[in-house]
């Protein structure tokens, strides 16, 4: 995309990021897997014993898992349902059997990331949880996860403008939200063992908050409290250098206008950081997509 930091950029971001601590490093999109140069992206920040997660939708992992494999320690597939019907249907895209040929090759190689499902849930899905977990065994990947779709940001592109345009065919009905209450109750007995081998990432807590969530676009309930310090800990970049304090909060400057020591601790994120930790913003209140890293997954290295 036209503007985006350059290899050279990045790797002068990779050794600032790496001055001030940096553990780890997802990479989302877009695509990641789309940039010619992206092996030369991780190569520098596997240089700098950065751990790295891939976030990708899946379509050119079997190309070019050989290229960037190694680099990884998770890799995180989004997949939206256990056929090609309702992935395809939901997505808007014959996707699916290439996302599948992807999977297929990472889990035939012994000495492999950790490789991962995650759902949106929304009308379409919310009665498959169930046998998309199943599916997730029948393709040999180590664990799943679920969020709720986003129809409240415009986060992540044109894909959820998309969603928010069409929120009343995305979101749950009365009958529904009902539905998926029962739905979740059930499965969190049926699945209880996958919870507690952590196949499935979430807690039956957060499976519920994700039907509290629903449940709240309706005006039924209260959204779930959130616990996210993700300012705290963690900062976005994205590829034309913005820096943001989350995903879903405004930039506040841009890496090739200043450096990070300058960006990072000014007044305006930190004042950003206080109002997050003490619960001061609005857009907290319906966030989909938390972050709460607890000081003692610093200290055990566990970003
Ligand atoms: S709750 Fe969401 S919007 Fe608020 S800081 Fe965390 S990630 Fe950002």
Redesign the pocket.
Known sequence: MPNELTLSEIQQLAKQLSDFGLRHIVFSGGEPLLRKDFPNICDAFSKLNVKQTLLTNGLLLEKRFTEIGKYFSEIIISLDGPTAEIHNSIRGLEAFDQIIKGVKKVVSISNRPQLSIRTVLQKRNFRLISPMIDFAKSIGVNRISFLPVDVL?DSFGRFNKELIANRQEIILNEEEVIEFREIVTTMIEKHKHDFETKFISDTPESLLNRVQYFEALLGKNTFPQ??????NVSTVITSTGEIQ?????PTFGNVRQNTLSQLVNNSQIRS?RKD?QNNK?E???T??????VQPTAALLNSF
């Open positions: 940001s959130n616990y996210c310090n993700a300012p304090p989350c995903f879903f909060l950003l997050v913003l857009r907290c209140t966030c989909v997509c938390t972050l709460n």
